[in-house]
C-alpha cells in the first residue's frame, strides 16, 4: 500500500511562513536540481538548496534549521534565475533567515570576532555580515 501525503496535509505552519515570507509555493519544485548546479556557495553547504526545497515539501523546517545553508547562501539569485518553475530559491533562502532572527537566534556572535581580525575585513562586509547574520 502506497501512502501518498497531499500538500495541504504536509504543509504546516512554519512551511507556510516560509511560503508566505518567500512569495512561494515550494510545491511547485520537481527537483531538477539546477538551482544547486549553478550555486557558487554549494561547497560551504550542509544541505543542497534543491535539498531545502525537498525538505519543505515534506514539513522538516527544523531539520533545515539546523542546518548552516541558508546562513551560507549569498543571494547571488543564481538558483533563482535558473529555475524551470521560476521559484525564488533565494528568497526562501531569506524567509529561512527570517525565521531564525525573529527567534533571536543570531548565526553570528559579534563579541566573538576578533578585534585585530575585524581590521582585516572591508567595513560594508562587516555592515553587510551583520545585517544578515544578527537580529
Known sequence: MELKLKPEEIRNDLVKKVEELAGVNVFACYQCGK???GCPSVPYMEILPNQVLRLLQF??????????THWVCA??????????????IA??????????????????????IDTEEMKEFPPIALVSAFRKLTA
Open 91 to 112: 528568497a526562501i533562502m531569506e524567509a529561512l533567515r527570517q525565521i531564525e532572527l525573529r527567534k533571536n537566534q543570531d548565526y553570528l556572535i559579534v563579541r566573538r
Open 75 to 88: 543571494s547571488c539569485f543564481v538558483c533563482s534565475t535558473r529555475c524551470p518553475k521560476d521559484i525564488d
Open 59 to 68: 514539513g522538516k523546517v527544523e531539520r533545515i534549521l539546523r542546518t548552516n
Open 35 to 37: 538551482c544547486s548546479s
